[in-house]
């Protein structure tokens, strides 16, 4: 018997979510779910958990718990390309940190385990990795380079050069590396729910799909309005919705896998099954 309760849902308090955030206003979908905003990784947890229903889920973890979740359709965190705000900051060339310490101050598993692989694997380095705060000067006092997601690393894009530092967009990096987008997070169903509530999880993700196509063609408004309570400018947000890429179609999907497949080389994920349950809702 299907649950008489709102969705429980997820939305990342980060600017990279603020674009999907706004479609979901102007739709009015949020009148229909019991929406919690947390941290990426407070998501991750509650949505495996089961404390959510429907959440955005950084990739790594939802590869680690694929048995018990299916991904919408069409949604997704991405970029094929520069994403402007999952970044490495260092002084010297990546390809000249072996022996290195580099700092982890990511709250962002994918990011993290991105920027592991390609300093082991594209640039063959051999680095000492410790978490840290993520504030970028502290992190270069005791390290010699820097992995920063969300708004710590898009401030770092713009000022990082005039501290005479470099920035590697690990966006950019990967696509150059892996000839394929790059997908951050996903937005995941709990196997269960969407079983017992199918009906509901199609509301929810009509609703997703609807905000996609409204922020696209309105990321100038979108961009203005959010520059009003951002260190931003209304330029650089516009600029920077349009590095994402929020959807999830087969280019993705194939990046997704891409990333999969070299994540469960290092052991950091189980293998994405070629048979049993279907990786989608619906």
Not at 40 to 62: C, F, K, M, W
Not at 79 to 90: K, W
Not at 92 to 105: K, T
Not at 201 to 222: N, P, T, Y
Request: aromatic share 8%; proline share 6%; hydrophobic share 45%.
């Amino acid at each position: 018997m299907s649950e008489l309760r709102r969705p429980r849902v997820g939305h990342i308090e980060f600017l990279n979510c603020v674009p999907i955030y706004w479609g979901l206003m102007r739709s009015g979908a949020l009148l229909d779910v019991d929406l919690t905003r947390a941290s990426p990784v407070a998501l991750n947890d509650a949505l495996v958990a089961g404390e959510l229903d429907i959440a955005p889920i950084s990739l790594v973890e939802y590869l680690r718990h694929a048995e018990d979740l299916v991904l919408l359709p069409g949604v997704a965190v991405g970029s094929d390309g520069p994403v402007l705000s999952v970044n490495i900051v260092h002084e010297r060339p990546l390809s000249a940190l072996d022996g290195g310490r580099v700092a982890l101050g990511s709250s962002s598993r994918t990011g993290v385990l991105l920027a592991q692989m390609l300093l082991t694997e594209k640039y063959g380095v051999d680095c000492e990795f410790v978490q840290a705060e993520p504030d970028v000067p502290r992190m270069l006092e005791k390290a010699d380079a820097a992995v920063v997601i969300g708004d710590v690393a898009l401030r770092a894009m713009y000022e990082a050069p005039q501290r005479g530092l470099s920035v590697t967009d690990l966006g950019a990096a990967w696509r150059d590396w892996a000839g394929v987008p790059m997908v951050f997070a996903v937005w995941a169903v709990r196997r269960e729910f969407a079983q017992k509530n199918p009906g509901q999880v199609k509301a929810v993700h009509d609703a997703f799909l609807r905000s996609v196509r409204l922020c696209l063609a309105e990321l100038d408004v979108v961009a203005e309005a959010t520059s009003r309570w951002e260190p931003f400018d209304a330029s650089t947000l516009a600029g920077y919705f349009r590095s994402l890429d929020f959807s999830l179609g087969e280019r993705q999907l194939t990046g997704l896998r891409a990333f999969a497949e070299k994540a469960a080389a290092r052991g950091e994920v189980p293998p994405l099954p070629t048979e049993g349950p279907d990786l989608f809702c619906g």
